[in-house]
T-cell receptor, first 113, second 112 residues
Framework: EAQVTQNPRYLITVTGKKLTVTCSQN?????MSWYRQDPGLGLRQIYY???????DKGDVPEGYKVSRKEKRNFPLILESPSPNQTSLYFC????????????FGPGTRLLVL | GESVGLHLPTLSVQEGDNSIINCAYS??????FIWYKQESGKGPQFIID?????DKRQGQRVTVLLNKTVKHLSLQIAATQPGDSAVYFC???????????FGSGTRLQVQP
């Protein structure tokens, strides 16, 4: 089944404790992206990747890192999480670019205490 | 950059009625538009898209209308069902930045 998977689905952590949210897609998509969703602010893009080793900032990249060493994986790294990074995070992928349908993962709900 | 707005945060309809969800965008150069549906606890799901060389596109029970003159698009859902209850987003790619800008979403509530 074609899908985007994220792990963990739920995470509670404390300020400053590094964490990684994994994202994997099995559709051989080149384009992958991370979003955060907050009440009243909608979905905002954090980082995106056009292909392996090609990443770029989205609207709200501060406090986040990403890497794209393999085509299927696009982890989101929070080196030193802060409470303002408490949010619902979505990974998405598409075949090549934004001209294609984006498929979203199920989401990761993060609480930073 | 691109800004995208939805006209109503909540829309309540009776089961069986038609629903219309509206969206406005700011960049007249935008040439691709997407509607997503997000059910509670799930990620956004693609519904339908339309390119700027069209003004109407139909799917299964859904129709998207694009009015480039006033930079407005709408999603019409025919014979709305309880399973249509969700938040609906329009999204517009920002071509220069390879970003997807989402509207704030309209919550569709279907009353039995």
């Amino acid at each position: 089944e074609a899908q985007v998977t994220q792990n963990p689905r739920y995470l509670i952590t404390v300020t400053g404790k590094k964490l990684t949210v994994t994202c994997s897609q099995n559709m051989n998509h080149e384009y992958m992206s991370w979003y955060r969703q907050d009440p009243g602010l909608g979905l905002r893009q954090i980082y995106y990747s056009m292909n392996v080793e090609v990443t770029d900032k989205g609207d709200v990249p501060e406090g986040y890192k990403v890497s794209r060493k393999e085509k299927r994986n696009f982890p989101l790294i929070l080196e030193s999480p802060s409470p303002n990074q408490t949010s619902l995070y979505f990974c998405a992928s598409s075949l090549q670019s934004l001209g294609e349908t984006q498929y979203f993962g199920p989401g990761t709900r993060l609480l930073v205490l | 950059g691109e800004s995208v707005g939805l006209h109503l945060p909540t829309l309540s309809v009776q089961e069986g009625d038609n629903s219309i969800i509206n969206c406005a965008y700011s960049n007249s150069a935008s040439d691709y538009f997407i509607w997503y549906k997000q059910e509670s606890g799930k990620g956004p799901q693609f519904i339908i898209d339309i390119r700027s060389n069209m003004d109407k596109r139909q799917g299964q029970r859904v129709t998207v209308l694009l009015n480039k003159t006033v930079k407005h698009l709408s999603l019409q859902i025919a014979a709305t069902q309880p399973g249509d209850s969700a938040v609906y987003f329009c999204a517009v790619p920002e071509m220069g930045r390879r970003a997807l800008t989402f509207g704030s979403g309209t919550r569709l509530q279907v009353q039995p």
